[in-house]
């Protein structure tokens, strides 16, 4: 399989519903839960391109573009940005989508570094 094979096949989408139990005062969800939800996706799309134990080193870049109401879906699409030696990056997307109509955004972009590890959490060669 061509690495741009593995990307495509390794992208990762989650569904989330926004509930008053993950949303600050202002009605909105919390950036920590969308930061929490996004790192998830991207370490699932990490695993899922490189079959071996992966671990976040870094989150690179969070920009929160708009503000994530409750009563939203939100989805969570993770796709492999750059394969190097021992590390690999994810980017992340969030967008909003409203439960009752066709209304969809995008509401925030990240991207996050992953290692690949042994079994004594030394960095390895990913397999390519």
């Known amino acids: 399989m061509t690495l741009e094979e593995r990307i495509k096949k390794s992208t990762t989408t989650i569904f ?4 008053p139990n993950t949303t600050n005062h202002y009605d909105t969800l919390f950036g920590g839960t969308a930061m929490q939800l996004m790192d998830e996706t991207a370490f699932i799309c990490a695993t899922r391109f490189s079959r071996q134990q992966m671990v976040t080193v ?3 870049k969070i920009d ?4 994530i109401p409750a009563g939203t879906i939100v989805e969570l699409s993770g796709y492999v940005t ?7 990056k994810v980017a992340v997307d969030i967008y909003i989508e ?3 109509s066709n209304y969809r955004e995008k509401a925030v972009f990240g991207e996050f570094t992953f290692v690949a590890i042994d079994e004594n959490k030394k ?3 990913i397999l390519k």
């Not at 989330?16 to 509930?19: D, E, I, Q």
């Open 98 to 100: 409203e439960m009752y």
């Open 64 to 67: 929160f573009k708009m503000p």
């Open 16 to 19: 989330k519903a926004v509930f």
């Open 58 to 60: 870094s989150s690179d």
């Open 82 to 88: 750059h394969v190097g030696n021992t590390s690999l």
């Open 123 to 125: 960095p390895v060669t």
